[in-house]
Each structure stands twice: as structure tokens, then as C-alpha cells.
Antibody, heavy 118, light 110 residues
Framework: EVQLVESGGGLVQPGRSMKLSCAAS????????MAWVRQAPTKGLEWVAT????????YYRDSVKGRFTISRDNAKSTLYLQMNSLRSEDTATYYC???????????WGQGVMVTVSS | DIVLTQSPALAVSLGQRATISCRAS??????????MHWYQQKPGQQPKLLIY???NLASSIPARFSGSGSGTDFTLTINPVQADDIATYYC?????????FGSGTKLEIK
């Protein structure tokens, strides 16, 4: 059974940093691209970043480019999202997702809440 | 960015057909693929993939769900609707980056 378990969320002040982790199990992690998708409270879904199966390619939405870094450790089957210079508009539930054969998300974690507030 | 437009809500009776639409601001189809995907999100839960590439049923999704469309107009159909289908449904395009989602259609029981 595919499982994606996020951790590392919480309350953080504007301008500070936070790192999210996602522990994957139930599949061969190193064979799949992975992504982060977020959802602001009571809002819709927003793609954040994607990383290729081997970590050699990364893609970001413009609003997080230069502030967020997606990375992975295939030996640990873990996905990361380093978030710097956080803004109030980054407040959201962040979902770890597995990339399907195309650019869609075939499995989702339960999500982790990030609140950016002073 | 490609904007995906969905109606905010749809009310249907149990046992009837629900048709949820998604319109893209530009074509999301290539010569080989229709790059539109559908997700279901129940309250308090993470989204779940229902349909990929416009018409392919995702793993373990019941055949009551189906998808169709090409170019800029796509449809998710649920037939027949069951009580467990109460959720918000999102479309998502992968024709170009940034990947974008529709604003969601909330399915309600009439």
C-alpha cells in the first residue's frame, strides 16, 4: 500500500524558514517523480513544485521560485521542501504527492499545516 | 497560466447522473493526449485521483466515474450518484507549467 506521511509543519513567523519532510513507503521511491501541492484554508489546490525521480530536474511555480527548494533522498525514501522567506500567503496545508506517468498526482499524503503569522 | 473554470456547485438526486464540467482558457490537448485530470476531495481529507488523461480511470476507482472531452472542454460524469460521492471535484491540466487546478465543484444532494 502506498503511504506518504508528511511532517515538519506548524506556526512560523513571516520571513523565517521551515522544512517539510515526506516519508514514502509501499512503492519504489526512486522510480517516481514527486511533488508538493498546497491548499490555503477554505481554498482550492495549488501546485508548488515537482522533482524528477533522480532529483536531477526540479520545477517550481513562480511565486515560490528562489524561496522554496524541493529535494529528495532516495536512500531514505524521503521528499523534502525547504521553505525560506515565508510569507503570510504561504499559509496552507501542504500535500506530498506522487507523480503519475504523466504530470498528475496519483497518491496524496494526509497533508501538513503551515501557518505563517507573527 | 492556463485558467480552468468550473461551476461552484451542482445539486443532484441520489441515483441520478451528475455531470461536472471544466473549461480551459486554451487547449490542453496534444496530438496524442488530452492532458486533463480529475480529483475528488471529501471534507477533511486529501484529494484522490479519479481520472487521468481525460478518460482513464485511476486504480480502484469505481466505473460509475467516467471522463470525456478534448481541447478546452472536459466533463466528469458520475452515474449513478451515491451518498458517498458528496465531495468537491477538481480538474487539473498538465499541458504546460505551471500546473493549474480548477476552483472546484461541490457536489450536493438535492
Amino acid at each position: 500500500e502506498v503511504q506518504l506521511v508528511e511532517s515538519g509543519g506548524g506556526l512560523v513567523q513571516p520571513g523565517r524558514s521551515m522544512k517539510l519532510s515526506c516519508a514514502a513507503s509501499g512503492f519504489t521511491f526512486s522510480n517516481y517523480g514527486m511533488a508538493w501541492v498546497r491548499q490555503a484554508p477554505t481554498k482550492g489546490l495549488e501546485w508548488v513544485a515537482t522533482i524528477s525521480y533522480d532529483g536531477s530536474s526540479t520545477y517550481y511555480r513562480d511565486s515560490v521560485k528562489g524561496r522554496f527548494t524541493i529535494s529528495r533522498d532516495n536512500a531514505k525514501s524521503t521528499l523534502y521542501l525547504q521553505m525560506n522567506s515565508l510569507r503570510s500567503e504561504d499559509t496552507a496545508t501542504y500535500y506530498c504527492t506522487r507523480k503519475g506517468s504523466g504530470w498528475y498526482f496519483d497518491y496524496w499524503g494526509q497533508g501538513v499545516m503551515v501557518t505563517v503569522s507573527s | 497560466d492556463i485558467v480552468l473554470t468550473q461551476s461552484p456547485a451542482l445539486a443532484v438526486s441520489l441515483g441520478q447522473r451528475a455531470t461536472i464540467s471544466c473549461r480551459a482558457s486554451q487547449s490542453v490537448s496534444t496530438s496524442s493526449y488530452n492532458l486533463m485530470h480529475w480529483y475528488q476531495q471529501k471534507p477533511g481529507q486529501q484529494p484522490k485521483l479519479l481520472i487521468y488523461d481525460a478518460s482513464n480511470l485511476a486504480s480502484s476507482i469505481p466505473a460509475r466515474f467516467s471522463g470525456s472531452g478534448s481541447g478546452t472542454d472536459f466533463t466528469l460524469t458520475i452515474n449513478p450518484v451515491q451518498a458517498d460521492d458528496i465531495a468537491t471535484y477538481y480538474c487539473q491540466q498538465s499541458r504546460e507549467l505551471p500546473l493549474t487546478f480548477g476552483s472546484g465543484t461541490k457536489l450536493e444532494i438535492k
